[in-house]
């Protein structure tokens, strides 16, 4: 994997369109807060979504893209409350479980949320797909990707309005992963040709 490409690829497309996600992140953040979170899985559904047509097709972001995918809501919040207690658990035993617990998650179900909003699959149908692209060999590769996000984010919510700039960076960066991994190649694809030998002269030639 490429890592440099999808660092750049996130960063750039983050400032090519960094009004618009600054106001979304920013509309996103204030309803998760208002709602108590409860809010929070369905609008980062319609956040990616959002942010995946602006990686694809170069349109701005909207705040209505928001609530795009609330059809969702029941099945993302009861999944994202199970997440929420079990990484609770995690951290109750103690810090390093917690992260490991997180982690696993993160690496897991990263691409959930846009098998789901782009591909429009079930849950359980895109948890399984989730899965088989994030193990996918080498598999470093993807824990690589899974420990910046972590570390995006945790970096961007200890700096005061940082997370601005973060989340959707962190989420850019998600998406070209996600991108490259949906069209079943891990690098530049290499065309292999096959030269055969002249055949050998006929008698009389």
Do not use: N
């Amino acid at each position: 994997m490429d890592f440099r490409k999808h660092f750049e690829t996130a960063w750039q497309c983050t400032l090519q369109f960094i009004g618009p996600v600054l106001l979304l992140t920013l509309v996103q953040l204030v309803i998760v807060i208002i709602s108590l979170g409860i809010f929070a899985p369905v609008t980062s559904a319609g956040y990616m979504h959002s942010l995946l047509r602006a990686m694809r097709e170069g349109r701005a972001p909207e705040i209505g893209d928001l609530f795009s995918q609330m059809s969702l809501f029941f099945s993302l919040f009861l999944f994202f409350l199970l997440v929420l207690i079990c990484t609770g658990i995690g951290f109750m035993l103690l810090i390093l479980p917690g992260f490991a617990v997180a982690l696993f998650i993160i690496f897991s179900t990263m691409y959930m949320i846009p098998l789901m909003t782009d591909r429009q699959t079930g849950l359980m149908e895109s948890l399984k797909k989730s899965w088989e692209m994030a193990i996918r060999q080498p598999i470093t590769d993807q824990l690589v990707i899974s420990v910046a996000y972590m570390v995006i984010m945790s970096l961007g919510g200890s700096i005061p309005f940082a997370i601005l700039v973060a989340q959707p960076f962190a989420m850019f960066l998600i998406l070209s992963v996600y991108e490259e991994r949906l069209a079943g190649r891990s690098g530049p694809r290499i065309e292999h040709t096959t030269t055969f030998p002249p055949p050998p002269p006929q008698p009389g030639q």
